[in-house]
């Protein structure tokens, strides 16, 4: 967040004196003097419902001064330091048909592998690439991101075998650059890659297909089915799965229900979802923003995996939801603890993990002045670390707090950032910490004590 701006402001295409941003008695959540018209008041920080959030509305306050105001995690998701002037595109993209191929414009991020529900914000220069881009606004409104391999060169990148789509959704018009948000749509296997005459990347790849058949699904009949979706459709409105779980012995399967229970997608998703709040020490009203749905919750669930790039695309490759889940399952059954990547000094425990955003704990992030994408993780504590300057609201990820630059206390690596409560001081949770993935480590312990070492 070093060197950044504030922009905050709602979509330029709302009435900002509708809101009455500017009364002289607001104390501001903003930047410079000379950045006035990207300021916005620290309490302006909840949107409560979808139809705001995509019409980047900001609520009116709700509450005085003196009382605490909760961060809107979907805010956070929003990325409204990418710029007031975010045009939103309103006629959204359609999803490509499975199995077929196409030919995306594409490109290549290096130690970044996305899954699907995800949003990346992206920052391009390129003239040629801008002008490619502009393109597919008028068109699929689609791009290729394809990860580079583990460990390739950073000059002359290899390229994995698998990489995701990417809806574009909104854009800015200014100059310089063209910054984009763009939502991961698809898993899809490269078939081939070319440099087009405008020195673009362009990519031939073939989407893949979702499947969630269950292996036990031949042992069902259609009558088992159907009492199998009746107790489903229960469960899921009452997010209660204790009954669900239990009828599987002797309603749904002939099989044991325990063995049924390790390939339903349902009762994975159950499971995972029990593992996750308990692993990560996350409370109920945290626990909402993880999905139920077993196709989301295993993306979901991929995307904030603690695991090394290469493992990450393998899981890329898995058509089958059922193995996803299972093998966030295992993953999540082991204990994590972080350390600097450098002098390896302790600073954090999984349970230290903190839920700030609807897109999970791992999060992507931007430097519109320098077009670096930021892979971080959300601490509600840590130690080994030291703040190494006073807190700065100048283009703050997260609206409504300030930060300051962390390095390690052992080794002066730079860690991440301590994010504080801004202007009135009264921003819930008060205070927590922003860590890159690429200047920590993670050793993964499992119930038999055996540690491994990983970058994430």
């Known amino acids: 967040m070093e060197n950044f701006r504030r922009d905050g402001q709602p979509h330029t ?50 509450s005085s001064s003196s009382e605490e105001v909760k961060l809107d995690p979907r805010l956070v998701s929003e990325h409204l330091y990418m710029g007031s002037d975010m045009e939103f595109i309103t006629q959204p993209a359609a999803s490509l048909e499975e199995g077929r191929v196409y030919e995306l414009l594409a490109l290549v991020q290096s130690g970044i592998v996305t899954f699907p529900e995800h ?36 000059a002359d990148p290899s390229l994995a ?161 059922i193995y996803r889940l299972r093998t966030v399952l295992e993953l999540i059954s082991k204990r994590h603890v972080f350390s600097c990547c450098v002098c390896s000094v302790p600073i954090a425990d999984h349970t230290d993990v903190i839920l700030i955003c609807s897109q999970g704990t791992s999060l992507f992030f931007n430097n519109p002045r320098t077009a670096q994408v930021r892979k971080v993780m959300t601490f509600r504590q840590v130690q080994n670390i030291r703040v190494v300057s006073r807190p700065s609201v100048e283009f703050s990820w997260f609206p409504g707090y300030a930060w300051s630059p962390g390095e390690c206390s052992s080794c002066r690596n730079h860690l991440g950032w301590y994010i504080t409560s801004a202007a009135t001081k009264q921003m819930k949770p008060k205070n927590f910490w922003v860590l890159c993935s690429e200047s920590l480590q993670t050793e993964t312990i499992s119930k038999s004590s055996e540690v491994n070492v990983k970058i994430l």
């Open 161 to 321: 075998q698998f990489g995701t789509t990417a809806e574009v959704y909104e854009y800015s018009g200014s100059e310089p650059g063209l910054r984009i948000k763009t939502r991961v749509k698809q898993r899809f296997k490269v078939i081939a890659t070319w440099i087009d005459e405008y020195e673009n990347l362009m990519a031939r790849v073939q989407i893949l297909p979702e499947k969630s058949l269950s292996p036990m699904q031949p042992w069902l009949s259609s009558k088992l089915i159907h009492q199998r979706n009746s107790l489903l459709e229960i469960a899921v409105q009452e997010n209660s799965w204790t009954n669900y779980r239990n009828s599987l012995d002797t309603k749904v399967s002939p099989l044991a229900g325990w063995v049924f229970q390790q390939f339903d997608c349902h009762s994975l998703a159950a499971r995972v979802r029990f593992q996750i709040k308990k692993l990560m020490a996350i409370d109920d009203s945290s626990m909402e923003l993880v999905p139920t749905e077993p196709h989301s919750l295993s993306f979901w669930a991929a995307n904030n995996l603690l695991m090394d790039d290469e493992g990450r695309l393998k899981l890329l490759e898995e058509d089958n939801i």
């Open 119 to 154: 949003i990346l914000p992206l920052v391009l220069y390129s003239p040629p690439l801008i002008s490619a881009l502009r393109s597919v606004f008028n068109d699929l409104k689609v791009i290729a991101l394809i990860p580079a391999k583990p460990n390739s060169s950073t």
């Open 13 to 62: 295409q709302h009435d900002v004196s509708e809101l009455n941003l500017h009364s002289s008695e607001e104390e501001y959540v903003g930047s410079s003097e000379d950045d006035e018209d990207f300021i916005i008041p620290a309490k302006y920080v909840r949107i409560t419902t979808v139809a705001e959030i995509l019409a980047h509305r900001i609520q009116i306050p709700i």
